[in-house]
């Protein structure tokens, strides 16, 4: 099992510096340093005036050399011009001799956004929590739903149940986060469609609308129902038709297995074959879909807080792509990138520990 | 239990009368048994037999009322304890199924939760019936797994299935069937999935056990010797109907059936010899349900045929005199000659052998394998094949004989050249290949040694036409110049399997598995094999269609003087059509001989106590009763010293710990008689034979 | 003049879309009749689910295709007046013309870009999935069939690639700077090599036995092929500006190329994996091992033999894939990647809509619904033909 572990973590430490290194190495691409270069120090700059601006900010040294920087494994840049010693790992003000060697992502030190003049770490911890909260509630509500939508359609394969219950799954796992954010918010939050105008006439709700359509307020006030619902069942929505579909299948795969036969001719009650027989080894593949979901969730997030203005990680990253913030698209891809290699590891593990047949050997 | 009270004990427990089953598709229904009656007493062991899609395990499902969706019982009754199953409701059923009728399947392994500890699995079936408690539960549990005879009850009971042995699998189903004390257990082909040394033990299991609890038994197999071994009475089926019933001695000394006596003469039974006494295998194929004859449904295959009269109606079972309840099928059973010995049994004259093609010297194949998932460090060797050494002639047949991980398969890929060997020596006629594997092989050695696989639902690749698979062996070994020579030569390779050439532009799927077989056959004989490797080619298909197959082989065998490797785990048909047979356990060679040698003393003790698990369908046949303790064990795991020590039954007669730490050497007994054992000359002279059979 | 009413919104929207019944009754008509000889697509019409999911695909795919007749205004025209007009709005000073799902912000017809989009989705989605799955099924076949380092070489940068987060795959691959270094065509470059060598190979290890009508056909392939491939890559005035432009056959605006490469780069690992653990599973079979045993080459084997026998789920997959790529395109376009903003893709326009969702709803609504439909019919689709494939 400790083998086990320690080569699984150590793919991913090798994964994670494959992959932040391929983001580093295109977000550093000159075109986007010529344009960092124009919006920090002037748009109107000449050609060789960016040239000198690159080459005095450390940024034209080896892409390789620089990503060690970064890293913090190899030491910042120094440079010393008018008797003024600047560097990577100098602040402004600061006694040059008193500044840490190497200042990066080891240290800590994650940079400074561009964008939101902020500190990376300090943006990324709040938003980082903002997200996670809205991630809770979409666990809350999803895994409970699509485990018990798919285990009752996989329970009586063909069935009109099952057939009700496929159709609902198969149409939310067709519906981007998109669309049915645009579908919902038309349906409850619009003050000219759906049910919201309808509700306010008969005075049942109290505002005009039964939903609201951002969730901006979520943060500064609160998280309500009115303002967080609908953001939630979003997300939960596409999840909801994957998972299930993944119960029903690993079910009725499970209620077909000979196991099962054997119970219900040793007397056992269908119900209680369900229960006791079947339940445990439907849930072994799900388990592991849930958790391959995170990644897919994390794309569902980021357009979910686009479209709901909820100021998490997902609109974050988005400002930052947009805006050529470097240092904190970079730290942004390797949470999303160590969230995704974290999930994965879990769900090695937890599979494991589900299923007896590799748990023992 | 309920309603037990008014039922007599001298009446049937189970009585099937004019039962009719059917299966609903899309497109039609499909009759999967019709007008089948059968009774079984307390304490009986009735068996029913048929091959493959007679509609017997239909019957077993529909007794236990469990035929899914498609299924429904369309006509008759089962009663079972006076009460009819076929009207019952769920709930009384419920409280039927584990308590008054068990079931016991094929697969052991699959017929077990794999999340679910034994115990508990075990436990359960009293708790719902009986309504004890989870200790007194478990306490019975303990008590059953040591009367199935497994080792260390407490921990098989805290064991998941995996952990287990597939015979210990089995024995654990058996005793889930036996938890709640049944009145009748029926055993669907329980021992299939099973090596024949493990099969036996648990035939014996189920014979102690069914008069130790007085249950009656419903046996269902393909194996008409098993049958003799275990069931009073019997119930041949062909083409979901019953064709034949009666007590199984006279059943199977007087039959009344032209099926059943065809069964009879298809199979390898001892006195059979692939020269002078061949099989007379069962002409065309079993009917597809939708494509039933009329009349009696073996009438196209019958010997005894009568247009006009055996397809113009539908055939009662009708009581034969003579008492003892023997009924059959067959409108002209009191006509026909039943003891005329079969018809052109013609005698064919021994192949001379030739020269020496194929010679393996000292021939080993380790594997190394990394220990399970976590593992990686822990490299472990497989030994697959120890120091094998034999030689094979042009026209002659070397069976090669074992259980499962006796390392046949291993040697048949080295041979191949699918693997390379470790270390040793083949010599393909005057060529080292030991070394080479198949891609550097030339085409004439590639073409020259030639397989045939043992799953016939697996050997044809299904998406492409049988024809073009036959051609593009021809096109690979380089024969015929172009493509209309080639497909001549193809047709003409359809002939000798006696394939109808209009199956050239078939689909896989559109044949039967003997069918699959012979393209098989015909494939690896598209380059003009010498040596054809023959891994188990008819143990997946019927009884009627095998000795076809087998006949095939052989003549192709004759007219092509080729060299057959035929693997099998079947001493029947390995006793029919071998010349020297070759037995191996764990990856050794334990004894080689011409096939008498082998067949009679002195044995291996392997062997001997393979000769005596095989069952056999003859009731003159008398057997020395072997059964060997425990499982093959693992190939990753060899005993120290003699492989087959830890089973062996004369292990005392050999002085100090010999047999424990010295790997025994070969020794040559009379007439190049080969024996890997530890045993004395004398012990080994003072054996007796296993099979005798009473003389006529 | 008035506005429309509901229904007879409906009613000239359904008489718009006549090409579109006309074609999907004949296409109906013709199968079922004749179902019991099409093989796995005739058996398609014995599942309602698969039916209406393939009527679905159709509906899209016969809009796409009679678009032009469809469209009751350019999609790019804006009207006066016209600008978020409710569905069914007359159109001022031109008697009879309505917006028939209203207009959107810049005073386009909501309507004909629907349609206008759908010719987007189809002609890109399939192509891109198509790619991917020649990308996936050349990699995946040796990873499967060999095992060992290549497997795992290849599993590590598949999963190196699904680790990734999609949005910030686009973001890094789609953005202007990095479009203009010229890389995701390099990216290009490599991926569509792969139906070449495909086809190349799958000649040679069948036909290697007949060397005359082997050269022939790789001669052809490599020629057709290679042209074909020039062509799709090369546009003039980017890094890669190979053919002159006279024999430059085939002209892809340089953006649809990039958000083409993107998607199939995106979807190729997923198949990859899928074709992988087929292989795994084909390759025990005893017909493969016949085949080795005559001496085939492990390409014929790969692709003669395993292939073919993988194509049940393949094609189940290939479905869902295709509506995948379509949510993938979707998202692109959500977020203003890659495709211009005017451009009428559905994903762009929910983009364009959705900033004035709660008073105007229908500008985003309508592509929202149309892209749904299409996913929803592939995704029905797809479990009809599992489920029929399943069945004997």
């Excluded at chain 3, 060999?146 to 999609?166: C, E, H, M, R, W």
Aim: proline fraction near 6%; charged fraction near 20%; hydrophobic fraction near 45%.
């Amino acid at each position: 099992m400790l083998a086990f572990l320690i080569r699984r973590v150590l793919t991913m430490v090798l994964t994670a510096l494959c992959l932040t290194f391929v983001v580093f190495y295109l977000t550093n691409l000159p075109p986007n340093l010529e344009k960092l270069a124009k919006s920090e120090a002037s748009t109107r700059m000449s050609d060789a005036d960016v040239a000198s601006w690159i080459e005095r900010n450390g940024f034209g040294r080896p892409m390789l050399l620089r990503y060690g920087e970064w890293l913090g494994v190899v030491p910042g840049w120094t440079r010393t011009e008018d008797g003024v010693t600047r560097g990577r790992c100098i602040e402004a003000g600061q006694d040059p001799a008193a500044a840490p060697l190497r200042c990066g992502v080891l240290q800590g030190d994650w940079g400074f956004s561009t964008v939101f003049k902020q500190p990376v770490s300090q943006i990324i911890a709040e938003r980082l929590s903002a997200t996670g909260l809205l991630m809770l509630w979409v666990m809350i509500v999803m895994v409970p739903t699509s485990l018990l939508i798919g285990v009752l359609s996989g329970m009586r394969e063909g069935s009109r149940l099952d057939r009700g219950l496929s159709i609902f799954s198969i149409a939310s796992t067709a519906t981007p986060e998109y669309v049915s954010g645009v579908v919902l918010i038309a349906l409850f939050a619009s003050t000219t469609t759906g049910i919201s105008p309808w509700l306010a006439e008969q005075g049942w709700i109290s505002g005009k609308t039964l939903f609201l359509g951002t969730a901006t307020s979520a943060l500064d006030s609160g998280i309500t129902f009115w303002n967080f619902g609908l953001p939630v069942m979003t997300i939960a929505l596409y999840g909801i038709g994957y998972i299930a579909r993944m119960t029903r299948a690993s079910m009725t795969e499970v209620m077909t297995a000979q196991y099962i036969r054997t119970a219900r001719l040793k007397g056992v009650s269908f119900g209680m074959v369900v229960m006791k027989h079947a339940l445990r080894n439907a849930l072994i593949a799900p388990f592991t879909v849930i958790m391959l979901q995170f990644p897919w969730l994390l794309n569902g997030v980021v357009i979910v807080e686009t479209l709901f203005n909820y100021k998490g990680f997902g609109w974050t990253l988005v400002q930052a792509a947009g805006n050529n913030d470097i240092e904190l698209l970079l730290a942004c891809s390797v949470v999303a990138v160590f969230v995704v290699l974290m999930t994965q590891l879990i769900s090695d593990i937890g599979y494991v520990f589900l299923n007896p047949r590799i748990r023992v050997s | 239990m309920t309603a037990t009270t008014d039922w007599d004990p001298s009446k049937p427990i189970l009585e099937i009368e004019n039962l009719s089953i059917s299966f609903f598709t899309r497109l039609r229904e499909i009759p999967a048994v019709m007008d089948f009656s059968c009774t079984v007493m307390p304490g009986e062991a009735m068996g029913l037999v048929g091959e493959s899609g007679c509609g017997k395990s239909t019957v077993a499902l529909a007794v236990m009322r469990y035929l899914g969706k498609n299924g429904r019982i369309t006509g008759g009754s089962i009663r079972f304890k006076g009460r009819d199953l076929t009207t019952m409701d769920d709930e009384a059923l419920r409280q039927i199924r584990g308590s008054g009728i068990a079931m016991i399947y094929q697969e052991p392994m699959a017929s077990l939760n794999p999340a679910m500890r034994i115990g508990a699995q075990l436990a359960e079936v009293p708790m719902i019936h009986e309504g004890i408690g989870r200790e007194a539960a478990w306490k019975l549990a303990r008590q059953i797994v040591a009367d199935v005879r497994l080792p260390d009850p407490d921990r098989i009971l805290k064991a998941y299935p995996h952990q287990l042995s597939g015979g210990q699998q089995q024995r654990i189903v058996i005793a889930m069937a036996l938890m709640s004390k049944p009145a009748l257990l029926i055993l669907d082909e329980p021992t299939t999935a099973l090596d024949v040394t493990v099969e036996a033990g648990i035939v014996d299991l189920v014979k102690d056990l069914g008069h130790k609890y007085g249950t009656s038994i419903l046996f269902i197999s393909h194996n008409l010797g098993l049958i003799l071994e275990v069931c009073d009475r019997l119930c041949v089926m062909y083409s979901g109907e019953a064709v034949e019933t009666g007590a199984v001695a006279r059943v199977f000394d007087r039959m009344r059936h032209p099926y059943t006596q065809a069964l009879f003469r298809s199979i390898p039974l001892p006195g059979a010899d692939k020269n002078t006494h061949p099989l007379v295998s069962i002409p065309g194929n079993f009917p597809l349900p939708h494509e039933r004859p009329p009349g009696c449904n073996f009438g196209p295959r019958c010997a005894y045929f009568q247009a006009g009269r055996c397809d113009a109606q539908e055939v009662p079972m009708v009581l034969l005199p003579g008492g003892d309840r023997h009924e059959t099928r067959c409108l002209r059973s009191a006509e026909i000659d039943w003891d005329k010995p079969p018809v052109a049994a013609r005698a064919v004259a021994r192949t001379p052998v030739g020269e020496v093609v194929l010679k393996m010297t000292d021939l080993r194949k380790y594997y190394e394998v990394s220990g399970g998932l976590f593992g990686g460090s822990l490299k472990k060797v497989v030994k697959a094949n120890e120091t094998l050494s034999f030689e094979a002639r042009a026209g002659e047949t070397l069976a090669i004989v074992g259980e499962s991980g006796c390392g046949k398969s291993t040697f048949a890929k080295v041979l191949m050249g699918l693997e390379t060997a470790t270390s040793g020596r083949i010599m393909l006629f005057d060529q080292d290949i030991q070394d080479i594997p198949i891609e550097k092989r030339g085409t004439d050695t590639v073409s020259s040694v030639q397989m045939v696989f043992q799953n016939p639902f697996d050997t044809l690749n299904p998406s492409m036409t049988v024809g073009r698979q036959i051609i593009r062996a021809l096109e690979i070994f380089g024969e015929g110049a172009n493509d209309a020579e080639r497909r001549d030569r193809m047709l003409e390779l359809l002939d000798l399997v006696k394939l109808p050439r209009a199956f050239a532009d078939r689909m896989p799927r559109q044949l039967s598995g003997g069918q699959k077989q012979r393209v098989g056959i015909a494939r690896a004989f598209a380059g003009g094999a010498k040596i054809v490797v023959a891994d188990e080619p008819v143990s997946a298909l019927d009884v009627s269609v095998q000795a076809a197959v087998t006949d095939l082989l052989m003549e192709i065998q004759r007219k092509n003087r080729t060299t057959l490797l035929f693997i099998s785990h079947d001493l029947s048909i390995v006793r029919y059509l071998s010349d020297r047979v070759m037995v191996m356990y764990l990856g050794h060679v334990v004894e080689l001989g011409t096939t008498d040698q082998v067949f009679s003393p002195p044995y291996h003790p392997y062997t001997e106590a393979l000769l005596s698990a095989v069952p056999i369908a003859d009731t003159r046949v008398t057997k020395k009763r072997i059964v060997l303790e425990g499982d093959i064990p693992s190939a990753m795991n060899p005993p120290p010293g003699c492989p087959f020590q830890t089973r062996c039954r004369w292990k005392s007669q050999v002085p100090g710990n010999l047999c424990e730490t010295v790997m025994p050497p070969i020794r040559l007994l009379a007439g190049d008689h080969q024996i890997k054992c530890h045993l004395s000359d004398d012990v080994l002279a003072g054996m007796e034979p296993v099979i005798r059979i009473a003389a006529q | 003049m008035d506005a429309l009413s509901w229904g007879q919104i409906f009613g000239r929207i359904a008489w718009q879309f006549w090409p579109v019944w006309a074609a999907l009754i004949l296409t109906f008509a013709v199968s079922v009749s004749f179902k019991r000889r099409l093989g796995l697509y005739g058996k398609l019409y014995d599942s309602p689910v698969g039916m209406v999911g393939f009527g679905l695909v159709m509906f899209w795919v016969f809009t796409a295709l009679f678009a032009p007749v469809i469209m009751t205004h350019d999609p790019l025209t804006q009207v006066s007046g016209m600008k978020n007009a409710l569905p069914g709005f007359p159109q001022k000073g031109a008697e009879g013309a309505y917006y028939l799902l209203g207009g959107d912000n810049l005073a386009r017809d909501v309507f004909s870009r629907m349609v206008a989009g759908s010719v987007l989705v189809i002609q890109i989605a399939p192509m891109a999935t198509i790619f991917a799955f020649m990308v996936g099924i050349t990699l995946g076949l040796p990873a499967g069939y060999y095992g060992g380092k290549l497997d795992t070489g290849l599993s590590f940068l598949a999963n190196q690639i699904l680790a990734f987060p999609v949005i910030l795959l686009f973001y890094l691959l789609v953005t202007p700077e990095i479009v203009a270094s010229g890389l995701p065509q390099y990216i290009g470059v490599v991926l569509f090599l792969f139906p070449l060598i495909f086809l190349i190979v799958l000649i040679n290890s069948r036909l290697y036995v007949k060397p005359a009508l082997r050269n022939l056909l790789v001669g052809l392939v490599v020629v057709i092929g290679g042209w074909l491939y020039l062509s799709l890559l090369s546009s003039p005035d980017t890094r890669i500006d190979l053919l002159p432009p006279q024999a430059d056959a085939l002209e892809i605006p340089g953006n649809i190329l990039i958000v083409f490469v993107s998607v199939v780069f995106v979807n190729a690992p997923t198949v990859f994996r899928i074709i992988r653990g087929l292989v795994l599973d084909i390759k025990t079979r005893d017909y493969v091992a016949a085949s080795q045993t005559r001496g085939e080459g492990p390409w014929y084997i790969m692709l003669w033999e395993i292939l073919p026998n993988a194509r049940g789920p393949l094609i189940v997959d290939f479905c869902l894939r295709i509506g995948y790529t379509t949510i993938l395109l979707g998202t692109l376009g959500f977020f203003g990647l890659g495709l211009s903003p005017e451009s009428p893709d559905w994903g762009s326009t929910i983009n364009a809509g959705r900033r004035l969702l709660s008073i105007f709803v229908h500008p985003a609504l309508v592509p929202a619904l149309a892209l749904m439909s299409l996913v929803l019919g592939l995704n029905l689709l797809a479990d009809g033909l599992r489920e029929e494939s399943l069945k004997d």
